[in-house]
C-alpha cells in the first residue's frame, strides 16, 4: 500500500540520485532485521514451490471467469472448514483446524487474547491468507459457495471489503474524494461521471465526512482516516464487510455512528464481521465467536456471553462492567445494559446506600470528589491563552489556559478533531503555539532546547511502533537516556530500572528485537525508553488502543503505579471508563476551546457539558445517577448496592 506520487520532467531525473542516497542507509537499517527474520530471497526460495507464494497469484488472474459470483450457492455465505495456517516456514500454526459458518445478514464479532488468531481470520475472508502471506494453509474457505482461494485478491475485494487495524495503509491518495473514488475508476461496465460522484458524495455522507472532499487525509484525524478507510469500501457495495479493530481510533461519537451504520447496513443485507477487544462495541452483534490459539473456543449471544459471571474472564477479556457491578449475588444472568441493570436491581429490591461520603477513597486513589492527591503539587506546566493555527484563519486551538501540577493524574477528552493531540503536543514543544506561552517548570518552550524538554517531559504516541526503531530492545530503551547526555555506565542502569518499571527485563527481553514483540509488549518498550529520560511529565495517547483486555489492564496499573511513584500522568483516551477508573480531572476540549476542567467526579456528573462534547457517561455512572449519585467505579456500585 503506497501513496502513489506523479512525476514528470525534471522532477523524474531527481528519482535515482535520490535512490541512490538513500539506498546505503536504509540497506544498513533494514539488512539485520530481513536476515534475523529469514525473509532474504535465498531462505525465502526454498519454502516456494505451494501454490500460495505471488507468481502463481498473477498467473492466475488471468484464468478466471470475468464473473465469479454467478453461480451462487444457497448454503451460508461463509463456509470454513479445517482451516490451519502458518506464518512463514516455521513456528506453531496461527488458525488450527478452525471451522466455522456465517449466515447472510448475520453480525458475527470475532474476540480473544492477542495472538489468538483474530486478524488471522480477517486476512483468510478477504483472501490476503494465503495470497499474499508467505505460509502454509490447508483446509478449505467457501465465500457464497466459492472457493476463495480460486479467487486473486483484487477480484474478491469487489465482494469483501477488508478494514485494516493498521488503517493508514490502506490511503493511497491526496484527497480525500479520490480515495473514495479510487475503487469505483476500474468497475465494470465503467460508471458515469455523474454516477460517481453520487455514489462518492453519499457514502461520505453515510461516515460522517462530507465538507472533507478536498482535505488532505494525513491532515485528518485518527478517527476520521478511519472512517475515510471504512468510506473507500463502502463505497463498491460489498456483500461482506470485515473490520479489524476498526473501532480503536474512533471517539464514542464516532463509534456510535459506526455502529448506527452497520444497523443499517445489515438491515439492508449485509454481513459483517469484526474483530474487536471492547465488550461494548458487541452488544449489537449476532453473534461471538470466540477464538483460542487458533481454535473457536465459544460461540453464542453477546447477552449470553457477557451476563454469564466469570465468563469473559476465563478468556483473558475485559468483564462489562455493568455486569460487574453485579457479581457475587448468586444470580443466574447478569445485565449487560444499564436498562437491564435498573430493572434488575428493583426486582431484587437493591438500591444506593447512604450519601457518598467524602472521606472515602475509590482504587485509584481520587477522593469522593475526585481530586488528585496532588493537587497540592508544583506546577509543572502552565498553558497561557495559547492558540495554535496550521493555517491562515484556521484555529486548531483559540485561547487555552490551564495549570497541571506534580502528581496529578490528568485525562485529556474530546472527539476527534477537538485538538487533543494538538495540545499535547504543545506540552513537549513538538508544536510551538501561534499566540500565547506554554511553561514547562516555567521555562518557556519557545526558548528551551528539546534536550532539555526530553527530560521534563516523556510523549508515548499511540502506535508504537511510530517511535521505536533500534535492532534491540535494550538499544532501544537506552536512546532515551543517551538523548539527555548520560554516560554509558548510566544508560546500562537507567534501561535496567526502566525495562523493570514497565516490567520486563534485559535478561529476558534485551536483546530481543522489538518488532517481535506483541503490540502490548511493544507499548511497554516505548514507555520504557521514554522513562529512561527520567522524565516528571508522562504524556500517554490512547494508551490501551488496539490491546486484548489482559493488555489493557496491565498497561492502566503500569500508568498508575508510575503516577503513584511520583510521575505526573496525562492520557488523551476516548475510553470513558479507563477515565472513571483511574483519572483524578478531566480537561474536556470541544472545538479547539477548553470547556471543562475538574475533577473527574464533578465532569461526569455533569451530563449537558459531556453529551456538547459529544462524550457519553459511562455505564456505571449512568446506574448510580438514577439515585441521585455519581459514582465512578464498580467497587463504589458494589459497596453501596445494598437490598431495601
Not at 490502506?170 to 453520487?198: C, D, G, I, K, Y
Not at 481510533?249 to 443499517?264: H, S, T, V
Request: net charge negative; proline share 5%.
Amino acid at each position: 500500500h503506497t501513496r502513489y506520487i506523479s512525476v514528470t520532467g525534471v522532477q523524474t531525473c531527481a528519482l535515482p540520485i535520490l535512490g541512490m542516497m538513500l539506498g546505503p542507509p536504509l540497506l544498513t537499517f533494514l539488512y539485520p532485521r530481513v536476515k534475523r527474520w529469514g525473509l532474504l530471497y535465498a531462505d525465502l526460495k526454498q519454502g516456494l514451490g505451494g501454490p500460495y507464494h505471488v507468481s502463481k497469484g498473477v498467473e492466475a488472474v488471468a484464468s478466471l471467469p470475468e464473473e465469479p459470483w454467478s453461480h451462487l450457492s444457497t448454503g451460508p455465505l461463509i463456509n470454513v472448514k479445517n482451516v490451519t495456517f502458518r506464518y512463514g516456514l516455521t513456528g506453531d500454526p496461527v488458525l488450527q483446524n478452525l471451522s466455522f459458518q456465517i449466515r447472510t445478514g448475520e453480525t458475527v464479532i470475532l474476540m480473544g487474547r492477542s495472538g489468538s488468531g483474530k486478524s488471522t481470520v480477517c486476512f483468510a475472508l478477504s483472501g490476503i491468507v494465503p495470497q499474499f502471506y508467505q505460509g502454509s494453509f490447508s483446509g478449505s474457505l467457501h465465500i457464497k459457495g466459492q472457493d476463495s482461494k480460486g479467487q486473486p485478491v483484487w477480484q474478491l475485494a469487489e465482494r469483501v471489503g477488508l478494514v485494516f487495524q493498521d488503517f493508514d495503509t490502506q490511503l493511497v491518495s491526496t484527497n480525500v474524494e479520490m480515495e473514495v473514488a479510487q475503487p469505483l475508476e476500474h468497475r465494470r461496465p465503467p460508471m458515469t461521471q455523474t454516477e460517481m460522484a453520487s455514489q462518492i458524495s453519499e457514502t461520505l455522507r453515510q461516515v460522517g465526512l462530507m465538507g472533507c472532499e478536498r482535505r488532505d487525509p494525513l491532515s485528518l484525524s485518527g478517527g476520521q482516516r478511519q472512517r475515510l478507510v471504512v468510506a473507500s469500501i463502502l463505497v463498491r457495495h460489498p456483500e461482506l464487510l470485515v473490520l479489524d479493530q476498526s473501532m480503536t481510533d474512533l471517539d464514542p461519537a464516532g463509534r456510535r455512528d459506526l455502529l448506527a451504520l452497520l444497523e443499517r447496513l445489515k438491515a439492508a443485507g449485509m454481513t459483517v464481521v469484526m474483530a474487536e477487544h471492547e465488550p461494548e462495541d458487541t452488544l449489537h452483534a449476532d453473534r461471538i465467536l470466540l477464538l483460542e490459539q487458533g481454535q473457536i473456543s465459544w460461540e453464542g449471544a453477546p447477552s449470553q456471553f457477557w451476563g454469564t459471571e466469570g465468563l469473559p474472564e476465563q478468556y483473558g477479556l475485559r468483564p462489562l462492567p455493568i455486569a460487574q457491578c453485579f457479581q457475587g449475588r448468586g444470580l443466574a444472568r447478569l445485565p449487560v445494559t444499564v436498562e437491564e441493570a435498573w430493572r434488575m436491581a428493583d426486582e431484587h429490591h437493591l438500591d444506593i446506600g447512604n450519601p457518598f461520603q467524602e472521606s472515602c477513597e475509590n482504587t485509584s486513589g481520587k477522593t469522593a470528589t475526585g481530586e488528585t492527591a496532588g493537587k497540592d503539587g508544583d506546577v509543572v506546566l502552565e498553558v497561557e491563552r495559547v492558540s495554535v493555527g496550521y493555517s491562515v484563519g484556521l484555529l486548531i486551538l483559540e485561547d487555552v489556559s490551564f495549570q497541571v501540577r506534580s502528581g496529578e493524574f490528568i485525562a485529556l477528552l474530546g472527539k476527534n478533531g477537538s485538538g487533543k493531540s494538538t495540545l499535547a503536543k504543545l506540552l513537549n514543544g513538538l508544536l510551538l503555539p501561534t499566540s500565547g506561552r506554554v511553561f514547562v517548570r516555567g521555562e518557556d518552550t519557545q526558548k528551551a532546547t528539546v534536550s532539555q524538554l526530553a527530560g521534563d517531559i516523556g510523549y508515548v504516541f499511540q502506535n508504537p511502533d511510530h517511535q521505536i526503531f533500534a535492532e534491540t530492545v535494550s538499544e532501544e530503551v537506552a536512546f532515551g537516556a543517551k538523548n539527555v547526555g548520560c554516560s554509558d555506565e548510566e544508560c546500562v542502569q537507567r534501561v535496567d530500572v526502566a525495562l523493570s518499571a514497565v516490567g520486563l527485563s534485559v535478561q529476558e527481553h534485551g536483546q530481543a528485537d522489538p518488532f517481535s514483540l506483541t503490540k502490548g509488549e511493544r507499548q511497554r518498550v516505548a514507555v520504557a525508553s521514554v522513562l529512561a529520560a527520567q522524565p516528571k511529565v508522562l504524556i500517554f495517547d490512547e494508551p490501551t488502543t488496539g490491546l486484548d483486555g489482559e493488555e489493557a489492564i496491565r498497561m492502566m496499573t503500569m500508568i498508575r503505579e508510575l503516577n503513584q511513584r511520583g510521575h505526573t500522568i496525562v492520557i488523551i483516551t476516548h475510553a470513558m471508563g479507563l477515565v472513571s477508573e483511574y483519572a483524578s480531572r478531566c480537561l474536556v476540549i470541544q472545538e479547539g476551546a477548553l470547556v471543562g476542567d475538574g475533577p473527574t467526579r464533578t465532569i461526569f456528573s455533569d451530563v449537558v457539558l459531556l453529551e456538547s462534547a459529544s462524550l457519553p457517561v459511562p455505564p456505571i455512572t449512568r446506574f448510580g445517577q438514577r439515585w441521585g449519585h455519581t459514582l465512578l467505579t464498580v467497587q463504589e456500585v458494589q459497596s453501596r448496592l445494598v437490598a431495601t
